[in-house]
């Protein structure tokens, strides 16, 4: 069977009218002899209509009747979506991420994709019928519904594809990647093709557009990911395998993360036990930590600083207050104002001195650096937000973005 | 276990305020040392919002796919107002018709209870947790998602209630049954009691406040029924086996239904045949007949007037199409514009010449009476809608309702 996923992001499925178009442009693909699967998040700001009411309600609701609430956003749109589709005279039919076998494990709200029975689908697919699921959703061991966090109908649509060996067309609000959100710097250039690696570096660091989890299934199972516009006609950039005969720019890209904040910690005293319960303490919350540095040892004691997303702020305080309350000579900081650039780039493995390249562009500018990180083709860097368009400009008029 | 189930519906949960008062409501009862179920429609107009949309889409969209799409709401209601519990102090889940075990068989959109396996319910309950459960809501043996019908909610609470042999208290938006619908005859009285016979007559007949079959199985499994207010504190209205030695009025309630279209064929082959596939055609739509009338035979062909549900109008015209092309001598008319009205009274055993009494009352007032039915405790009249409020006033006056 030639079959392709496509999945529909929320603006594209926002409206009746876009609904409407999303089924034609399904429609034409099924023409084109392909069988298909769709995944399609929540219309619009659905989810967010949901969440305000949830707040309303209680500060810290429970996460599995979030997960009960939100999901809701998603089966909304996939029985308008098939409605739609056997309305222009074309068998579809729409399934839950339950219904469709998508098994999670993990947290509510967070939940990760555990396996997919793919029996459902194919017997569809078999029937001939377009078959929709619901993305960003499926069902825990107890049968009780979970979401895969922000964005991750990607992640349900890869996911699927992976398992059908398959291709998966990812159609968005913008007509494919680019160098650096076009909104911060208009010159930034739309990109062809990007290695998995280098998206994956871009989609971490809040380069927005693609779920970071969706990038390493597809980078793992090697299916082609192609992110492109649900409204015209244009290719959009295909994420893949990097060439290795491929004369790599420096720098392919730079991504702009406004969304963390930095927290500090200071008089950690210093021994590895420490260390690690600090950070065993937010992974059992599931809290994500981006960026990390330590000082060296004063005096016995160390300062670490983190990232963190400020979504996850309220649970970190939480824990925070109890490591306080545990180590009593530790005293923190939350910085709530800061801004991550980050390059990234495969060229940056037979290029040195990039990191001292930028560096010395932001010290010229009078722009100071809280934290740095590296990794073998990126390398982040936190500042306030207050330089962060300065800094971008900087950087991408010297590497040509 | 002290078990009752409490059915809430949209508008008593129709914004977050409702839903926090229901949330009390249920704690007190909690307090008085019961275990709790509650079954919860969707908040206010939410399921015309959603149904809105979809003919929006199409004229026809496939019931599957509105089951799909309606069920939203009632999971976002439990979602919320088991999150309001829960920030209140009690430990509360929620549960969609499919968690909870409640099997449907039948058509999509009007599915009846085939089951509940109610073992998640009592492990909860067991756990000393509220039980939330989507009313209106249940899967079907492929584990479609699939609805009960307008009302369906009614019918989820007496089916549990039913299932764990305990009373079932609906809360609603008016504070008990009364004698006839208080907007159209403002001096209708409240009644204490009511019998399972009587309630069926009267919601049968369009006297809303309560889903038929929610009372068939009230009766059937002999569990008392209270209709009551979700604001105030007042008693309401208990629906329970009539009483023997009870002497009852001879009417105990004026049900109004402006819901249904007449239908009239006319010239209808004068044959068991013929008569047999009429209404067997309709039935396989899953179409509801009420009152049938059949003219004696002339010329070999008969008259055939039945009313059905305005909203089943579609449904219906596409199978009187049919049948006019199979027998291509029979004509048809729709009538939209009539009122039924049904006096019903388990006193009416006893007491012979109702029917006429009002059948005076109406030719005194020049009404013209379109088609009469009768049951052993009830009769209705089909009149034309002008004539409906002269008609109310009359009888309610003449049997002090």
Same sequence: chains 1, 2.
Wanted: hydrophobic content about 40%; overall charge negative.
């Amino acid at each position: 069977m030639n079959i392709v996923v496509q999945k529909y992001g929320g603006t594209s499925v926002g409206n009746i009218d876009r609904i409407q178009n999303v089924a034609k442009r399904i429609i034409k693909k099924k023409e084109e002899n392909h069988k298909i699967v769709v995944v399609v998040s929540a219309m619009g700001d659905n989810t967010d209509k949901l969440l305000e009411m949830a707040y309303q309600i209680s500060e810290n609701p429970p996460k599995r009747e979030i997960d009960m609430l939100i999901s809701t956003g998603e089966q909304v749109s996939i029985a308008l979506l098939s409605m739609a589709l056997n309305s222009m005279g074309h068998q579809a039919i729409s399934l839950t991420g339950s219904q469709v076998g998508i098994k999670t494990t993990g947290h509510h709200t967070k939940s990760r994709i555990a396996d997919i029975d793919d029996s459902t689908i194919k017997k569809h697919l078999k029937e001939d019928k377009i078959v929709i699921v619901a993305g960003f959703q499926g069902a825990n061991e107890e049968s009780d519904i979970t979401t895969l966090g922000r964005g991750g109908s990607d992640t349900s649509a890869v996911a699927i594809a992976s398992k059908l060996q398959c291709p998966c067309e990812i159609y968005t609000d913008v007509d494919g990647i680019y160098s650096l959100d076009p909104r911060v710097y208009p010159n930034a250039k739309k990109l062809d093709v990007i290695s998995y690696e280098e998206m994956l570096e871009m989609a971490s660091l809040g380069a927005g557009i693609m779920h970071t989890r969706a990038i390493e299934l597809g980078q793992k199972y090697h299916i082609p990911i192609i992110v492109a516009s649900s409204m015209g006609e244009k290719p959009g950039t295909v994420i893949k395998e990097s060439e290795k005969n491929m004369e790599s720019a420096v720098i392919t890209g730079l991504a702009i993360d406004n969304n963390d904040v930095m927290i500090t910690l200071n008089h950690v005293p210093y021994s590895i036990r420490t260390t690690a319960d600090i950070f065993d303490s937010l992974a059992k919350k599931d809290i994500n930590i981006d960026m990390i540095s330590q000082t060296s040892p004063q005096d016995n004691s160390v300062s670490i600083s983190f990232t963190t997303p400020k979504s996850e702020l309220s649970d970190t305080r939480d824990i925070l207050a109890f490591l306080a309350k545990k180590y009593p000579q530790i005293s923190y900081g939350i910085n709530e104002d800061i801004s991550k650039l980050s390059v990234v780039g495969i060229g940056m493995r037979s290029h040195s001195g990039v990191a001292a390249q930028i560096f010395v562009l932001l010290a010229k500018a009078g722009i100071e650096v809280q934290m740095v990180t590296t990794s073998e083709i990126k390398i982040s860097y936190a500042i306030d937000s207050a330089d962060q368009q300065k800094a971008v400009n900087l950087i991408a008029d010297a590497f040509e973005l």
